[in-house]
């Protein structure tokens, strides 16, 4: 009997482990915890740091990919005519040229009336080499139009591998960007949804908040006037604007003229001080800059923030430490 007992409480024991061991991988287990919509925008700003340079980047490249196409319109204008030029001068130095070979100078006809018609080698090679000189000083001005057509063609050869080498480049920056953009996008929506993705205050009071009718006042209303419109990398409006694109739209309503970069744009005007910060100052951010904001007062800017959201009022502060300020005009 007691062989029997043991036995039983050596089969009791393993079904109670086994009930244990199912018993634990029964039990449901915590779920992730959803991701708080502070610990999201987190992740998306240390996204978006690294990202924005880029972006700023591909506007710089941009820029200059503009600046080089209105070159090359430049150049090929002032090209044509200059080929016409050419062409007609080089023709009438054939006609002189075939008209001295024919005729001579007034004095190789001279010559030839007191010596007679060149007929031995000699006397022909003589005849040409001065038909030659003749040729180059009446030509000198041709040459110098030829030699100024050569050169522009050059230029414009140079400008046309550089402006291919850059579209190329752009084209690359281009779609890199673009995923990384679609990939914060994605994150905000599934942290927010699609609705909600944009909610807060876009306008947190008067904007500007103290109206000066100069050219600074100017540019801070037209920032001011452009709140609620979405965030567009690489966009100067109508329908977006990144940070750089907004505030040259901006100065651009009080006649002031900005690179849509912020590395141009941190050098423009002059710096002042956070102790004297007036409507239409320019505020940037990053090491090396990457982010631009424009000053309405009280403390306060209108900034295009990131992908996802739009052009808003925010304090001075909100996007980091100030790197620079300045003031266009």
């Given at each position: 009997?007691?062989?029997?007992?043991?036995?039983?409480?050596?089969?009791?024991?393993?079904?109670?482990?086994?009930?244990?061991?199912?018993?634990?991988?029964?039990?449901p287990?915590?779920?992730h915890a959803t991701p708080s919509p502070?610990?999201?925008?987190?992740?998306?700003?240390?996204?978006?740091?690294?990202?924005?340079?880029?972006i700023e980047q591909y506007n710089d490249v941009h820029n200059q990919l503009i600046k080089n196409?209105?070159?090359?319109?430049?150049?090929?204008?002032?090209?044509q005519p200059l080929q016409l030029e050419v062409d007609l001068a080089m023709s009438q130095v054939s006609g002189m040229a075939a008209d001295a070979y024919m005729q001579g100078s007034p004095g190789m006809m001279k010559a030839m009336l007191v010596s007679g018609s060149p007929t031995g080698l000699t006397e022909k090679l003589t005849f040409l080499d001065q038909i030659a000189?003749?040729?180059?000083?009446?030509?000198?001005?041709?040459?110098?139009?030829?030699?100024?057509y050569a050169k522009d063609k050059e230029a414009l050869v140079t400008l046309t591998d550089a402006v291919a080498a850059r579209d190329k480049d752009l084209?690359?920056?281009?779609?890199?960007?673009?995923?990384?953009?679609?990939?914060?996008?994605?994150?905000?929506?599934?942290?927010?949804?699609?609705?909600?993705?944009?909610?807060?205050?876009?306008?947190?009071?008067?904007?500007?908040v103290t109206y000066t009718n100069d050219k600074g006042g100017r540019a801070a209303q037209r920032a001011c006037d452009l709140i609620g419109v979405k965030y567009i990398f690489g966009a100067e409006g109508p329908n977006g604007y990144d940070c750089s694109g907004l505030t040259k739209v901006a100065w651009a309503a009080a006649g002031v003229h900005l690179e849509h970069f912020t590395g141009d744009q941190v050098h423009t005007g002059r710096p002042v001080s956070r102790d004297d910060l007036y409507p239409g100052d320019l505020l940037f951010y990053g090491r090396p800059v990457h982010h631009v904001g424009l000053y309405v007062g009280g403390g306060t800017m209108v900034h295009a923030p990131h992908t996802g959201d739009h052009v808003r009022m925010a304090k001075i502060d909100s996007p980091g430490a100030i790197t620079a300020i300045r003031r266009p005009g």
């Amino acid at each position: 009997m007691k062989r029997i007992g043991t036995r039983r409480a050596a089969i009791l024991r393993s079904l109670l482990g086994v009930i244990v061991a199912v018993g634990v991988l029964l039990v449901p287990t915590a779920a992730h915890a959803t991701p708080s919509p502070s610990s999201i925008e987190k992740q998306i700003d240390e996204q978006w740091n690294k990202l924005e340079p880029v972006i700023e980047q591909y506007n710089d490249v941009h820029n200059q990919l503009i600046k080089n196409r209105a070159q090359l319109n430049k150049i090929n204008k002032r090209l044509q005519p200059l080929q016409l030029e050419v062409d007609l001068a080089m023709s009438q130095v054939s006609g002189m040229a075939a008209d001295a070979y024919m005729q001579g100078s007034p004095g190789m006809m001279k010559a030839m009336l007191v010596s007679g018609s060149p007929t031995g080698l000699t006397e022909k090679l003589t005849f040409l080499d001065q038909i030659a000189s003749h040729q180059r000083r009446e030509v000198a001005g041709v040459a110098k139009l030829r030699d100024k057509y050569a050169k522009d063609k050059e230029a414009l050869v140079t400008l046309t591998d550089a402006v291919a080498a850059r579209d190329k480049d752009l084209a690359t920056r281009k779609k890199e960007i673009q995923k990384k953009v679609d990939s914060l996008q994605k994150l905000r929506t599934r942290a927010y949804g699609a609705a909600g993705a944009n909610d807060g205050p876009l306008r947190t009071g008067p904007c500007p908040v103290t109206y000066t009718n100069d050219k600074g006042g100017r540019a801070a209303q037209r920032a001011c006037d452009l709140i609620g419109v979405k965030y567009i990398f690489g966009a100067e409006g109508p329908n977006g604007y990144d940070c750089s694109g907004l505030t040259k739209v901006a100065w651009a309503a009080a006649g002031v003229h900005l690179e849509h970069f912020t590395g141009d744009q941190v050098h423009t005007g002059r710096p002042v001080s956070r102790d004297d910060l007036y409507p239409g100052d320019l505020l940037f951010y990053g090491r090396p800059v990457h982010h631009v904001g424009l000053y309405v007062g009280g403390g306060t800017m209108v900034h295009a923030p990131h992908t996802g959201d739009h052009v808003r009022m925010a304090k001075i502060d909100s996007p980091g430490a100030i790197t620079a300020i300045r003031r266009p005009g």
